[in-house]
């Protein structure tokens, strides 16, 4: 099994931009895609953004496409979430995860990070 490690998170101002990175504790293979969740208090988790890794095919949710970009980090096991034009909508535990299907269901993934806090103040 994989280990994600999730890093980056903060408290930021609205309009500011964040990036998050996730580090694998293996190597991740051509086939596998990594995700980005969020879950707010009180709400159900939220698909955010996938990427597969080899192809660097992406799928990103409405409510985050134009200001968010998923992308493989420099290190071979690292995803980074870059997060532009923060509002304070955005603000939520954000998870990484692993998984094989290029989805935004969080049940088909399979690995998670323990998660790190975005809050965009007004």
């Known amino acids: 099994q994989v280990q994600l490690v999730d890093t980056g998170g903060g408290l930021v101002q609205a309009g500011e931009s964040l990036r998050l990175s996730c580090a694998a504790s293996g190597r991740i293979f051509s086939s596998a895609v990594m995700a980005w969740f969020r879950q707010a208090p009180g709400k159900e988790r939220e698909f955010v953004a996938a990427i597969r890794w080899g192809v660097q095919r992406t799928l990103y949710a409405d409510s985050v496409k134009g200001r968010f970009t998923i992308s493989r980090g420099n290190a071979a096991n690292t995803a980074n979430l870059h997060m532009n034009s923060l509002t304070p909508e955005d603000t939520a535990v954000y998870y990484c995860?692993?998984?094989?299907?290029?989805?935004?269901?969080?049940?088909?993934?399979?690995?998670w990070g323990q998660g790190t806090q975005v809050t965009v103040s007004s």
């Open positions: 995860a692993r998984g094989v299907d290029l989805t935004s269901t969080p049940f088909l993934y399979r690995d």
